[in-house]
């Protein structure tokens, strides 16, 4: 009996676990579909601004013009690293982390070595990831996923740019994870200052005509492209976010299910063969007794 008690306390604690599962799953369902809407909706507006803002500046004459397209030297890096709050979504976070870790190695190793590249970590888990690594980690802070909105991401990417422009970094690059859909993220890295110029024949030339003035185009179009393509990024890093926990806990809710039905078999067996021992028993003593 003490094998049947051990079955159905396990049985009892992965029937617990499969509710938990499933209902994080259809919280996760309810929140994807607000955070896929939203970045359905900017995407295409997202794309052809920043299609606007690599013809502007490739078609800039001079570099003072050209303030977020000027290609230094990258001694100084800053790499942001988007990564969601909370847990139980897989590889999601994991992946983000290993990323940026594997840029910094493979592509600004001389700079890593000297101290000279940074990670903004923006979700708790992108900063628990790197913290304990020996590296210089900036927390940018875990709430802006709490209320999710263009304001706050535009002022985090004013920062960026103003300190791109003043020289305190050469180079910011992005590492996020990308909405393709509810099963499916796609691991990004991009480079986001400087803005990167086509060059060759896959240089978009155009003979723009600055109205009112290229100054005012500068001022205004090329910061406001910047800061809808990092909340873009946000917005995909959100949604992505949703669709893998609502992924993750669809598993884990089968998983449960097939251990549910593994564990009733044994259950189911154990007490066969409890009741064929009482049986026995009970046969055995009655021959006994006539005996």
Not at 73 to 98: M, R
Not at 261 to 273: P, V
């Amino acid at each position: 009996m003490g094998n049947l008690k051990e079955i159905r306390t396990r049985i009892a604690s992965v029937n617990s676990t499969r509710q938990i599962t499933s209902a994080m799953k259809m919280v996760s369902a309810a929140k994807l579909r607000r955070a896929q809407d939203a970045i359905v909706k900017m995407r295409p507006y997202a794309t052809k601004l920043h299609e606007i803002l690599v013809n502007i500046t490739s078609n800039l004459d001079s570099a003072e013009d050209n303030i977020y397209a000027q290609q230094r030297n990258p001694e100084k890096v800053l790499i942001v690293v988007i990564t969601s709050n909370k847990g139980l979504c897989g590889a999601f976070n994991a992946n983000v982390v290993k990323q940026a870790v594997k840029t910094a190695e493979n592509e600004y190793a001389n700079e890593l070595a000297a101290g000279n590249v940074w990670f903004y970590t923006l979700g708790k888990k992108a900063f628990d990831g790197l913290k304990g690594k020996n590296l210089n980690v900036i927390n940018g802070g875990n709430k802006i996923f709490e209320k999710l909105n263009f304001e706050t991401a535009s002022e985090i990417s004013t920062v960026f740019m103003q300190e791109f422009h003043e020289g305190k970094y050469d180079r910011i690059d992005i590492v996020y994870n990308q909405f393709k859909n509810a099963a499916v993220q796609i691991l990004s890295y991009e480079q986001y200052l400087p803005v990167k110029i086509e060059s060759g024949n896959t240089r978009i030339k155009h003979d723009f005509i600055f109205e009112p003035s290229k100054e005012l185009i500068i001022h205004d179009i090329i910061p406001k492209s910047l800061k809808i393509h990092f909340y873009k990024a946000l917005l995909d890093s959100h949604a992505a976010e949703h669709g893998a926990r609502m992924t993750a806990m669809h598993k884990a809710t089968d998983n449960a299910f097939e251990i549910l039905k593994e564990l009733k078999l044994q259950y189911n067996k154990a007490r066969q063969a409890t009741i064929t021992n009482e049986i026995i028993e009970i046969v055995g003593g009655a021959e006994a007794l006539s005996g």
